[in-house]
């Protein structure tokens, strides 16, 4: 999409904290564009992993040592701060105290028209969220679980994060055997016989980065204005450019080939305005013929129209070598063509 300073449509904050931006009132986009979240109140990992397991020990016949009960008590009044001093993410698997940590908290993009100073959403087919945070992907686990049974016949399946796949042979600045490759996430077929080889397959979620200005500068045009629902006062796009040819393809190119000898899948998931923006892609009709499951996902209005939900709209299954020609998006022009564009470029020079 071209940047036309001039033009009526601007893309502009779809969802901000989870909530629907045009449908907040102006009080609470006057008090979300204010909100500066307390980075230095939450927990680290090691922290929430460590509050986890001795919730867990808590609640169980084994009784907590002195020190575990100190510790225990230390991380909850943590937790009661940093839920205190941040905003909630209500995106994050099924967790209902997930905290966002996504600077400004824009969970994605929507396509306005202007009329006055007032942002009026786009209702034809570009009228759709383009999701920002790969963490939208996650509402109410639904991919998961679709992924689950579609692939795996387990709609509940478990669960692994960011499991290291490729090992370096050692440079002579890195040592062998170092981790140097992850697959994301990992979804593992539960209740099978102890004897019986593993089932999993691999996900990838892909959301789109953004250019133009970062979205400061419409929190404060938006505080200015008194939480105003203001038309965009920059231009920016989704960049499929940069999210598609130059960050995912990488990484199917790298991931799916070992996959593919394993006999594993890999599905990727994006939005539907994300997958429309590639190429053409020759599709295959069943999985057991593709590398890839593409799942397609859109977010319509929930019924009390003051957020929106995820829901699967459709799949595709492609070959790696055809889903490399659909993010590549692009067709070769003439020789002549790409000659004379030289020749202007060196004319220029003159």
């Not at 989870?18 to 090691?46: I, M, N, Q, V």
Request: aromatic share 8%; glycine share 8%; hydrophobic share 35%.
């Amino acid at each position: 999409m071209t940047l036309d300073p001039n033009s009526t449509r601007r893309f502009g904050i779809g969802e901000w904290y989870g909530r629907s931006f045009t449908d907040l009132s102006d009080d609470e986009r006057l008090a979300l564009a204010r909100f500066k979240p307390d980075k230095k109140a939450r927990l680290s990992k090691t922290e929430r992993d460590r509050l986890i397991a001795l919730e867990e020990k808590a609640a169980s016949p084994s009784p907590l040592k002195a020190a575990e009960t100190t510790r225990l008590r230390d991380l909850r009044q943590k937790k009661e701060r940093e839920q205190a001093s941040n905003q909630i993410c209500p995106f994050k698997g099924l967790s209902v105290d997930a905290i966002c940590t996504k600077g400004g908290g824009v969970c994605s993009l929507r396509l306005y028209e202007k009329r006055g100073d007032i942002a009026i959403p786009i209702e034809d087919e570009r009228g759709g969220l383009r999701a920002l945070c790969p963490s939208r992907f996650h509402e109410r686990n639904a991919v998961f679980q679709w992924a689950g049974e579609s692939i795996l016949g387990d709609a509940n399946p478990h669960l692994v994060g960011e499991v290291g796949f490729l090992e370096s042979g050692g440079t002579i600045d890195g040592s062998e055997g170092e981790d140097v490759g992850r697959i994301d996430m990992v979804l593992v077929k539960r209740n099978l016989p102890a004897d019986h080889p593993m089932q999993w397959c691999a996900l990838e979620i892909q959301a789109v980065y953004f250019s133009g200005p970062e979205m400061k500068v419409e929190f404060d045009s938006i505080a200015q204005a008194g939480g105003a629902k203001l038309f965009p006062t920059k231009l920016r796009r989704p960049d499929y450019r940069s999210s598609g040819p130059k960050r995912l393809m990488p990484q199917l190119q790298i991931k799916v080939p070992p996959l593919r000898r394993w006999g594993k899948k890999m599905v990727v998931v994006v939005d539907t305005a994300f997958f429309e923006s590639m190429g053409p892609m020759e599709s295959v009709p069943e999985i057991s013929n593709a590398d890839i499951a593409w799942l397609l996902v859109d977010f319509v209005k929930s019924a009390d129209e003051s957020r929106f939900e995820l829901t699967v709209s459709r799949t595709v299954f492609t070959t790696l070598e055809r889903a490399i020609e659909g993010l590549t998006g692009g067709t070769p022009v003439p020789l002549q063509t790409f000659e004379e564009r030289i020749s202007e470029k060196l004319s220029s020079r003159s």
